[in-house]
């Protein structure tokens, strides 16, 4: 199995920026695609971004392009989310998962039972 960490919510202003860490530790190799999501109170969970850990391609939902960028450290094991510009919109939890399928981040990256494991989540808070 592998556990999932994440790190680096806070409360922002607008326009403010966050960047989130996800560490996986364990089984590193059950995480070939590794996703990042966000649930607000009383709404669904929302795939924001989503990358290959072998080849480190991304891909980044239309609600936060240009805003959100994902990347990853295949040393330390991490994902790293980065948020510019937040907006109040922006407020949720933000979770980060892993699953083995490597076919999962080409389709299928948004669909959070696609993903076997799951971190505790980190909060993030827009507002002024």
């Known amino acids: 199995q592998v556990q999932l960490t994440e790190s680096g919510g806070g409360s922002v202003q607008p326009g403010g920026a966050l960047t989130l860490s996800c560490q996986a530790s364990?089984?590193?190799?059950?995480?070939?695609?590794i996703g990042w999501f966000r649930q607000a109170p009383g709404k669904e969970r929302e795939g924001v971004a989503a990358i290959w850990t072998h080849t480190g391609h991304t891909h980044v939902a239309d609600s936060v392009l240009g805003r959100f960028f994902i990347s990853r450290d295949s040393v330390k094991n991490t994902a790293t989310l980065r948020m510019n510009n937040l907006r109040p919109y922006d407020t949720a939890m933000y979770y980060c998962?892993?699953?083995?399928?490597?076919?999962?981040?080409?389709?299928?990256?948004?669909?959070?039972?696609?993903?076997?494991?799951w971190g505790q989540g980190t909060q993030v808070t827009v507002s002024s």
């Open positions: 364990g089984r590193i190799y059950l995480s070939n695609c």
């Open positions: 998962a892993a699953d083995s399928d490597v076919g999962l981040c080409s389709g299928g990256r948004w669909t959070p039972t696609a993903y076997a494991t």
